[in-house]
């Protein structure tokens, strides 16, 4: 029996202004081992994600087979199962304006949820194109759907949301742009915005806990209801169907090309200012590390398989637009530049580059401005 070696630390170095270097000269960690939120040897456990299911995937040469297992992959990490829960839709309010209608509908977003949403139809007779509108979270959780439709029926969500709109969107709402174009649009509120409030930014910690121990998470409970709502659209008769697409900025830029990674009822996707690498994005002073807000993209294991844009490369080969700002304080250069690397390939390789678009907006920084908006509309109707 081989004897062990004992280290024996005398008493005076283990007082604690030398606890630290004490137990590093021992070989063990000590209270420093967690620094910015992130444990020393963080840069190993990046190393040790391969992304092994991402195309082009060794075992795998038929791209719709590997779309298949590698969606597959993805769903069973998101705590939730898949619904289909009827609708039973009923349009409480209608009001006219200009070019289109307003109105707002209840339906069951799952099995659980039967929600609020607002919807615009453009006049005449359709079916119309149609787009999800995927609101963001800008730690701002008493508005959600009315930062991308005008909030004709709510004073004081109107202020809050003319101001939102001020901020991120050169004064304009989103929904209401589109409705002028000629599209239905349709926006729900997440779970912990607007009328499905009660949020605070100090406790999304808390609520992700508890909904882990209920055998859920907050991203996954999104996706799952994003994707329901993709679905209701493409039943309501003033909607065409084949011409859906999901439109976002910030978290609803990452909603966007979620989920039109999981529901074949998006034709086509933009995604304004949420795109990067994982290993470019876990770095000392992201806004990630903070945790709280980073629940809601947040899919325990899904980085032991897959890459943030490996997700949206579930998508392809139908038609994606992603879009950034130079200046956005939160993706490095060098994360985005992967994830648009990766994005092309993808396309690429299905003979589908046309239908790619990624662009960086020089000077400009986390926002979707008039110009931004206008280059991806007028895309929008070249592909939809």
């Not at 280290?7 to 620094?35: C, R, Y």
Request: hydrophobic share 40%.
């Amino acid at each position: 029996m081989k004897r062990r070696s004992v280290i024996t630390l005398p008493a005076a170095a283990l007082a604690a202004p030398h606890l630290t270097d004490a137990l590093a000269a021992a070989g063990f960690e000590g209270p420093s081992v967690i620094s910015g939120n992130l444990p020393v040897f963080y840069e190993r456990l990046k190393d040790e994600l391969t992304f092994p299911l991402a195309w082009p995937h060794a075992r795998d040469r038929d791209f719709r087979g590997w779309r298949r297992r590698a969606r597959h992959q993805f769903e069973s990490l998101l705590c939730q199962p898949a619904d289909r829960t009827p609708f039973e839709p009923e349009t409480i309010d209608e009001q006219a304006a200009p070019g289109y209608r307003r109105r707002q509908v209840v339906f069951n977003l799952t099995r659980h949820s039967r929600v609020r949403a607002t919807m615009l139809v453009p006049d005449g007779p359709g079916p119309f194109p149609a787009a999800l509108l995927l609101h963001d979270h800008g730690a701002r959780f008493d508005i959600g759907k009315e930062k991308l439709i005008q909030p004709w029926y709510d004073e004081t969500r109107l202020a809050a949301a003319q101001s939102w709109a001020d901020r991120y969107f050169s004064g304009r709402f989103v929904g209401d742009q589109l409705a002028r174009r000629g599209y239905a649009v349709l926006a729900v509120d997440a779970l912990g915005w607007g009328d499905r409030g009660g949020l605070t930014y100090d406790n999304q910690q808390a609520l992700a806990s508890n909904l882990f121990n209920l055998g859920s998470s907050p991203a996954g409970l999104m996706a799952r209801e994003d994707a329901r709502a993709a679905a209701f659209l493409a039943t309501l008769p003033e909607v065409d169907p084949r011409r859906i697409a999901a439109v976002g900025f910030s978290m609803g830029g990452y909603r966007a090309w979620q989920v039109a990674a999981l529901s074949d009822h998006i034709a086509a996707t933009v995604s304004a200012c949420w795109m990067t690498g994982l290993k470019e994005m876990m770095v000392p002073g992201n806004n990630t590390l903070r945790g709280q807000s980073a629940f809601y993209m947040l899919h325990p294991g899904l980085y032991r398989h897959l890459d943030i844009p490996d997700v949206a490369t579930l998508a392809a080969p139908r038609p994606m637009f992603v879009m950034g700002g130079e200046l956005d304080p939160l993706f490095t250069a060098e994360g985005t530049a992967v994830a648009y690397a990766k994005l092309t390939r993808v396309w690429s390789d299905q003979r589908a580059a046309h239908r790619l678009r990624t662009k960086t907006w020089p000077g400009l920084g986390h926002v979707f401005t008039t110009e931004m908006q206008e280059e991806s509309f007028t895309w929008l109707d070249r592909h939809l």
